[in-house]
């Protein structure tokens, strides 16, 4: 089996050389996506040809970026790596709308989850600012993943498109329990969007979510 700190090595060789070209990209960065997601896999294996296909893997990578890959495999000095090397840690997958912390934190990795969590705060003020994991995680209803990236040090309040935050994206899919946990985590409850004011209370009131709107209120 070839070693993660050989992985390692290759991966630091190509963006040295710049064989990449740009880290987010699929159409150049099969080679490193390809090298990632092998690790584990044999040099006998490959040699052999044994169930192997490489149109059928670059098919199988090729929605995920290098970062997203190493995330998912659980690569923390890749990810290190990739990051440094300016990986965009906000890009998502086409079909899920996943970011690299997102598939980490459905792996359950903390170590991961809380370098990207760090390095997510991180954005070109030039670009439309982007939505957290915490946020996505909200809408969704998956609490576990909200008290997850919490316990990691994600920040409860930052804001996405048009000043939403966690809170007013559970508020709005009316995710109680998800909400208290975001209170209890030092949410505010008087964020301010320039249409409508107090959102999160606002979509409470519109679900006639009494138990949420005393929740708000009362915070």
């Known amino acids: 089996m070839r070693s993660p700190v050989g992985n390692k090595v290759i991966c630091k060789m190509l963006l040295e050389q710049d064989v990449v070209g740009r880290v987010d990209v699929d159409a150049r960065g099969v080679h490193v ?19 192997y296909d490489y149109q059928e893997e670059k098919e199988k990578y090729g929605v995920m ?30 079909e899920e709308g996943e970011s690299a912390l997102m598939i980490a934190a459905k792996r359950q990795n903390s170590e991961i989850c809380r370098f990207l969590s760090k390095a997510e705060e991180q954005f070109d003020p030039k670009k439309p600012t982007p939505r957290t994991a915490l946020m996505s995680f909200a809408e969704q209803g998956r609490e576990d993943m909200c008290q997850l990236l919490l316990s990691v040090g ?6 996405g498109p048009g000043r939403r935050t966690a809170l ?5 899919k009316s995710e109680t329990a998800i909400c208290n946990l975001l209170l209890k985590a030092g949410a505010g409850t008087r964020e301010i969007t320039e249409l409508y004011g107090s959102k999160s209370l606002l979509w409470a009131a519109i679900f006639q979510n009494e138990v949420l709107c005393r929740m708000l209120l009362e915070a």
């Open 168 to 172: 007013i994206e559970a508020a709005e």
């Open 33 to 51: 996506h390809l090298v990632v997601a092998h690790h584990m896999r044999s040099r006998s294996e490959i040699s052999n040809n044994q169930h």
């Open 154 to 159: 994600a920040k409860v309040d930052a804001a």
């Open 65 to 94: 970026t290098a970062l997203m890959i190493a995330a998912m495999q659980g690569y923390y000095d890749i990810c290190v790596m990739l990051v440094e090397a300016n990986a965009d840690v906000h890009q998502r997958t086409k």
